[in-house]
């Protein structure tokens, strides 16, 4: 048998001449007391806020959120609506409180809380990509991993506000979350944007290194191509050069050091196989390589001697 969902609502003026909202759920019966609303618009805002101060964030959320629909016209809706954002985020309630944090910063595009509603959805956003999680639709449920809401929020940070305070950053953090999920190259196109679209800044800086990462990890597996690593040297150098501490470009210049030794290493081990299946020619031209790109290296001193002897075989 169907259950139908049965929700009375019923206005009653209390003692005090306030007014109180009950809601009567099959399930829960009447509604929690909080639900109620004061005779003024500053009662209701001053209720509210001392529940937020508290800690009883969820009472404030619902005090703040009512305050907007019963009195829509009072100067106190911009800060309810702010705080009431505030209380969903205390109560960790992540994705109601992005949600109220993008509705304040669209109603009041120029208050002072702006920057700082910014930065909440900035964290909430990191909750996410950190690994917080969604809960499951119509429960409390807190199971479903939420890194592609990470990327939706950092997208809307940036949408709404590209060369604010967080604008280079959620950028950044996009490819991050690009590079952890080794998707390389969606990474590497979302760093690509940071350094077009910020490039003045450090996290353009930061941008150039992280790609030089992503495609040494490109260049991972039994597949070689070159053109990652020449590519994470090429960033690499250029990231060195904007650093002053001497430390950090020796470690820089010691990362591209090892960089070149793993091609050298790929192109050793692609002539002795070349060789030790007796295909002279096309040992000959790795050998040949490596003179070419890493003409002082111990490398190449064998391999000419190498090829010397090839060319006796052949």
Known sequence: ?????????????????AWA????LPET?????????????????????DALEAHKYKKAASGFSLLQKYYPDSRLVEKSMYYEAV????????WKAFSAFEKYIKNYPESSFVKEAFAHQFDIAKSYQLGAKRA????????????????TIYEKIIKQDP??????RAQFEIALIYEDIEDYDAAIDAYNLVIDHYMDTTWATKARFRKSIVFQAMNKGADYNKKPLRQAIENLTIYEATLSDEKERQEIKQTINDINKKALLRLKSTADYYKRISKPKAAIIYYQKIIKKFPNSAEAQEAKKQIDLLKVVK
């Not at 209380?87 to 992540?94: F, I, M, P, R, S």
Request: charged share 20%; hydrophobic share 50%.
């Open 1 to 17: 048998m169907l259950r139908k969902l049965l929700i009375i609502s019923v206005l009653l003026a209390s003692s005090q001449s």
């Open 21 to 24: 909202l009950f809601t009567w």
């Open 29 to 49: 019966g009447w509604s929690k007391d909080w639900e109620s609303v004061a005779s003024t618009d500053m009662e209701q805002y001053t209720n509210a806020y």
């Open 87 to 94: 209380a969903l985020l205390k109560n960790k309630d992540l």
């Open 136 to 151: 499951l639709p119509l429960t409390s449920w807190k199971i479903i991993p939420a890194k592609e809401d990470a990327i």
């Open 163 to 168: 060369f604010g305070a967080f604008g280079a």
